[in-house]
Every structure is written in C-alpha cells, then in structure tokens.
C-alpha cells in the first residue's frame, strides 16, 4: 500500500474564541459513530465542531465532529462508543456547546511537539527474576511554541485572557492537507518576550492536551 505522508510547514493553530450555549444531550449510542440525541433548538449543524460533556469518562471534554444531523440526533465523527465496558450502555448522557468563533495564532516561529510517553506501574515480585511492568496512564502531550513577540497583533489579548483563566479550551490543528486534528487543552503564553543577544525577540506559548483528539 502506499503510504501516506504530511509535512508539518503549513499547518495553522487556533484556539477556541466563542461558545455557543449548552444543550442537554439526553442520551447517546454505542456504535463505531456515536449518534448523540440532544435538546431541540440545540443549534447544531452539520460541520460544527463542538465540546463534549458525558457522564463516559472517556467522552467527556473531547471535541465533536457533526457529521451529520437529523432534527435532534447528532452523528459525531469518528466517535467509537462501541466498547461497553469503556461507555457503559445509557450512561453516557450530558450535554455538548457549539464553539462559534476560533483565534488563529500567528507569527509562528517554530514548534516542538514532546514525543507522547506513557506512564507504568511497576508489578515485579521477590520471586520474579525479570522486572515487570504493565502501562498506566498516558502523559499528557504538550506542544512549545515559539512566536515572533509582537503584543500589538488582534489576537495576542484574546489568548493572554484565555491563558489567566487557567481553563480548557478547544484546540483546533489544520494539517496542510486539510484535514483536522481536534482537542481539549491548557493554554499558557508569556507576557515578557525572549531577550537574547543577536536575535529575534521571541515570546511562548504552551499548549497541554487534556483529551482524547478527534481526526477529521
């Protein structure tokens, strides 16, 4: 098979500006794309991007893809509730918000995404004679990004109030395919620029994910 390859120049990066209001979302399937049933008037339409939240551990906080809508039932993208076990059947209900607006960050001097780890428990007993260990918990990723400091661009105050709050917000990744990496995260940038002899002046911005994400 062919294999397919993206370069990373090109891709753009936003973070979530507006919300729209919740809507209950009374119930939700088990299916390879979860079909959620909301509210009426819930505003949803098909291509909205919206934020989760579920009484499913595994659904909540992540970011949906409409893929298609039908009066209240809402088809999210690539949802796979299908495993009971992890989505206990009926009890995944919540509610969703439309994201309405994003800021695109700008002047993007280069990024250093971390390599994902994860976390394991050590079992080994005294009787063993290999050391054991089984997986626990996936670190949470982070990507660094360096900005060509300038606190006069439309979008710096947005994200530095984005940024006190302390508070998740979506993160939309466009890959220069087109196509979309969705997720939750902590957004910190810094107020005092990068000083540093014979260079660029430079400030940061810090982006922890906090979900599971969504391709589109």
């Keep these: 098979p062919l294999m397919s390859i993206s370069l990373a120049q090109g891709t753009q990066i936003a973070i979530a ?25 819930h505003g949803i339409s098909t291509g909205d991007i919206f934020e989760i939240t579920s009484n499913w551990d595994r659904l909540n906080d992540r970011i949906g893809y409409a893929k298609a809508v039908a009066t209240n039932d809402v088809t999210i ?3 796979d509730t299908t495993d009971t076990s992890l989505y ?9 918000r439309e994201i309405l607006t994003w800021t695109n960050i700008t002047q993007i001097a280069g ?23 089984i997986p626990t918990l996936d670190q949470a990723p ?13 979008w710096v105050n947005t994200v530095l109030a984005v940024s006190d709050t302390n508070a998740k917000r979506a993160i939309k990744l466009t890959l220069p395919s087109g196509k979309l990496i969705l997720a939750q995260g902590y957004v910190k940038m810094s107020r005092f ?17 906090a979900s599971i994400p969504t391709n589109h």
């Excluded at 206990?88 to 969703?96: I, L, Q, R, T």
């Excluded at 390599?115 to 080994?124: G, K, L, N, R, S």
């Excluded at 990507?143 to 439309?154: C, E, G, R, T």
């Excluded at 990068?194 to 994910?209: P, R, S, W």
């Design 142 to 154: 982070t990507m660094n990004i360096d900005l060509f400091y300038d606190p006069s661009l439309s």
């Design 77 to 79: 993208e690539g949802m």
């Design 193 to 209: 620029p990068q000083l540093n002899v014979g260079e660029v002046i430079k400030n940061a911005l810090t982006i922890t994910f």
């Design 17 to 41: 500006a507006t919300y729209g209001t919740a809507a209950t979302m009374s119930a939700i399937t088990n299916a390879a794309e979860a079909v959620a049933t909301l509210s009426a008037a």
């Design 111 to 133: 990024v250093r995404s971390d390599t994902p780890q994860v976390e394991f428990a050590d079992i080994t007993t005294l009787a063993d004679q290999t050391r054991k260990r």
């Design 88 to 96: 206990p059947a009926g009890s995944g209900a919540g509610s969703v």
